[in-house]
Each structure stands twice: as C-alpha cells, then as structure tokens.
C-alpha cells in the first residue's frame, strides 16, 4: 500500500513537538519513504565545510536543515492561523485537502 503523506513541498507547518517545537518553517522536501520532511529554518545542524578553491567555498562551518519526522509537523491553516488536522475532500475527481477545523481548503 502506498503511504499517503498529507503535507507537500511549499505548504507552511509548525513543529509540534521535539527540540525546535513551536517553529514554523516552508517544507523544503518531502521524504514519504522515510516518513520525514525537511523544513526551511528547522532542525538547523552545523557541518564543516571543506574549503575548495576551485569552486570559491572557503569552508568552514555552515548550517543547514536536516529531516524531522512527518508526525512531528503539522500543516498551518490560513484562517485558523495554527495547525490543523487534514482532512480530505473531493471536488469532482479532484483530491483537495481541507482544514479539519474550519472546512478551509489548505491548496493554494
Ligand atoms: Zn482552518
């Protein structure tokens, strides 16, 4: 059976739980696979850079993003203005996802 992941790459999500709870980021990547998402801004580590000449990266050591899982985020609903449970809807034969709360539509 194929996972169905309710959130996709661009939608806004807070983080409700674990080390950087309460922050809200744009998903960057989604990872249905692995069950994981990467989120703009969230579960920043440090990693050391190689300097490389060639290519103008002086190295050292830079931040990026790294995964948190999927039940760790939720997706932010416009109108409610906090983060909401999907659920689904469809309008013909048109799959959309709605806030659970208000009936919103959460595509853009
Ligand atoms: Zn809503």
């Known amino acids: 059976m194929q ?6 790459r661009n939608d806004q999500v807070r983080v409700i739980t674990g080390r950087d709870k309460g922050k809200q980021g744009r998903v960057l990547r ?7 998402v ?3 801004h969230v579960m920043m580590v440090k990693k050391n850079v190689r300097p490389n000449p060639q290519r103008n990266i002086k190295g050292g050591i830079a931040e990026q993003e790294s995964a948190i899982s999927i039940s760790n985020v939720m997706l932010m609903c416009n109108s409610c203005n906090r983060p909401v449970r ?3 809807e469809y309008h013909g034969d048109r799959h959309v996802r709605v806030c659970k709360k208000c009936g919103t539509t959460l595509e853009k």
């Open 3 to 8: 996972k169905t992941v309710d959130i996709r």
């Open 30 to 36: 989604v990872m249905p696979d692995e069950g994981k």
């Open 38 to 40: 990467l989120v703009e």
């Open 86 to 88: 999907v659920g689904h």
